[in-house]
T-cell receptor, first 112, second 116 residues
Framework: KNEVEQSPQNLTAQEGEFITINCSYSVGISALHWLQQHPGGGIVSLFM???GKKKHGRLIATINIQEKHSSLHITASHPRDSAVYICAVLRNYGGSQGNLIFGKGTKLSVKP | NAGVMQNPRHLVRRRGQEARLRCSPMKGHSHVYWYRQLPEEGLKFMVYLQKENIIDESGMPKERFSAEFPKEGPSILRIQQVVRGDSAAYFC??????????????FGSGTQLSVL
């Protein structure tokens, strides 16, 4: 079993819909990152969370440390949100700051 | 204000050849991280370097792979005697900080290595 699991693997939505992507992990962590990988392959860092909730524009990320779960929400989705969304965690023991464990990603497609 | 620059964007090698992947971090960043993304798999950490030092190489295969980040010039990921299984996208990221937990990583566009 992977240490970081994302669901769903694939998600198709209509423009304007509210989207939720989930990430569960099985290790103790110091931080959790949400990344966006564009169809061309480039990767952008969206959020780093260690507790609570963060918001940036139409994106909201939450984390529940006790339940070892994080969600990424997109409000009023748009076709340009189509990408692979990746969850990555930094273990709180061993390893260095860049030694992240990645989920396999959720491929989001937003139809106009 | 250039971001993280990786080159080449695509690299084709025959089995047994050497592959050299370059990464120039963002201006002012002295920490570099390399990750590999195999087909149909998630990203995997390979190595973390500061200028002239390897900090964490726990994700590097024991043989044929090496990395450096010299005082001058880009970071280099070197793969000797490539095999088909090395075909993957290799991403570099950089950061300014050496805090315990990074706020943000800045990624390059990746190098797609294809081994024939």
């Amino acid at each position: 079993k992977n240490e970081v699991e994302q669901s769903p693997q694939n998600l198709t939505a209509q423009e304007g819909e509210f989207i939720t992507i989930n990430c569960s992990y099985s290790v103790g962590i110091s931080a959790l990152h949400w990344l966006q990988q564009h169809p061309g392959g480039g990767i952008v860092s969206l959020f780093m969370l260690s507790s609570g909730k963060k918001k940036h524009g139409r994106l909201i990320a939450t984390i529940n440390i006790q339940e070892k779960h994080s969600s990424l929400h997109i409000t009023a989705s748009h076709p340009r949100d189509s990408a692979v969304y990746i969850c990555a965690v930094l273990r709180n023991y061993g390893g260095s700051q860049g030694n992240l464990i990645f989920g396999k990603g959720t491929k989001l497609s937003v139809k106009p | 204000n250039a971001g993280v620059m990786q080159n080449p964007r695509h690299l084709v090698r025959r089995r047994g050849q050497e592959a050299r992947l370059r990464c120039s971090p963002m201006k002012g960043h002295s920490h570099v991280y390399w990750y590999r993304q195999l087909p149909e798999e998630g990203l995997k950490f390979m190595v973390y370097l500061q200028k002239e030092n390897i900090i964490d190489e726990s994700g590097m295969p024991k043989e044929r792979f090496s990395a450096e980040f010299p005082k001058e010039g880009p970071s280099i990921l070197r793969i000797q005697q490539v095999v088909r299984g090395d075909s993957a996208a290799y991403f570099c990221a950089s950061s300014r900080d050496n805090r315990e937990v990074l706020e943000k990583l800045f990624f390059g566009s990746g190098t797609q290595l294809s081994v024939l």
